[in-house]
């Protein structure tokens, strides 16, 4: 069943104090439904999402975690239930229900026969985390501002558009009215914002002796956007694994490291680490160019002196050449700086 995320009702305080205080079986169900998912997300356990009350839920979720006001919680709720609607739009193999699916969301998707067309700039906006040459404008089909794209294309654009639909919904909610509509769940909110937030501290790591202040502008910026609860690119994620690999940090440390990631499976990030780093390959990856990260939307050099370089194409290199500078200062003058 798709979640429509442009049904306007769902955003009024109104109608959240009335899944508490309503006398319905269905209110009661979305209630029981709502808090048991929070619980669950709140644990670090996969969200068992059925289909009975599913929008309802979904929408009580996100007034339960405007209240708990955790960003990294909120990232992995939305992403649990953006697999939960992805597998229902990849099951479906009507058109006309996937046209539908698509366009709940706000996508400006229509079907054309066994293809659909999607606005260029729709296309531009939700293909930007995406890689390869089928998300890249300049290899599709354009006509009349529309470009042409196969089923599996226009779901993961789709998901895209869920993830940034369901972030902006739980941005226009405000905490007060949250607060004030939920009351009666003050207790259940408060134990699990404790048990969520004593469970974050245990899982917190360090860069060991790895020194962050040489890092590169992208490898922070990847680190300070997980940190924050958004998952990164598949490209981003390679770069990040790769380079802290080659500057010394170890497959385990690393994947405690993305256990803040909102979409942390251990057993998937687990071989995926131990792939890029040869321990099951047999070869040990490097990071991506510069101009490969540039190219995939995931450069972050900013204004910064040394990224402006031409000379300068490897994120790598940055590091190398940062160290080797800190070389030349007296011991007084060198700093660490530890990542937790």
Not at 114 to 129: G, L
Request: aromatic share 10%; charged share 25%.
């Amino acid at each position: 069943m798709p979640i429509i995320l442009n049904n306007t009702r769902y955003s009024e305080p109104d109608w959240a104090n009335s899944v508490l205080t309503g006398y319905s079986e269905d209110l009661y169900k979305t209630h029981k439904y709502a808090t048991d998912l929070i619980s669950d997300v709140s644990e670090g356990s996969r969200l068992d999402v059925k289909e009975e009350h599913v929008e309802e839920a979904f929408f009580f979720c996100l007034w339960i975690l405007k209240c708990i006001d955790e960003s990294t919680l909120s990232s992995r709720f939305i992403n649990e239930m953006r697999d939960y609607v992805v597998r229902e739009a990849e099951s479906n193999k009507d058109p006309d229900v996937l046209e539908s699916i698509a366009q709940g969301t706000g996508l400006d998707a229509t079907r054309l026969d066994e293809t659909f067309s999607v606005h260029f700039v729709d296309f531009i906006r939700y293909s930007k985390k995406l890689t390869g040459n089928a998300y890249r404008l300049v290899f599709q089909p354009l006509s009349g501002g529309k470009v042409e794209v196969e089923p599996r294309i226009l779901v993961n654009l789709y998901r895209e558009k869920f993830v940034e639909s369901s972030f902006k919904f739980l941005a226009s909610i405000k905490k007060t009215e949250a607060l004030a509509a939920l009351s009666p769940m003050e207790e259940f909110i408060s134990s699990v914002k404790q048990e969520y937030l004593s469970r974050r501290k245990k899982e917190k790591v360090d860069l060991g002796n790895v020194d962050s202040s040489k890092f590169p502008p992208c490898i922070n910026e990847y680190l300070k956007l997980m940190r924050e609860g958004v998952n990164l690119p598949q490209m981003a994620r390679f770069t990040l694994v790769s380079f802290l690999h080659k500057v010394g940090m170890n497959s385990s440390d690393i994947i405690a490291l993305f256990r803040s990631a909102p979409d942390f499976n251990e057993k998937i990030t687990t071989y995926q680490v131990n792939h890029i780093t040869g321990e099951i390959s047999g070869t040990v990856y490097s990071p991506p160019k510069c101009s490969v990260l540039l190219s995939n939307h995931i450069c972050f050099k900013g204004e910064d002196p040394l990224c402006n370089q031409e000379w300068l194409k490897h994120p790598l290199r940055y590091y190398q050449i940062k160290k080797m500078r800190d070389m030349g200062k007296p011991q007084t003058q060198k700093t660490e700086k530890k990542v937790n």
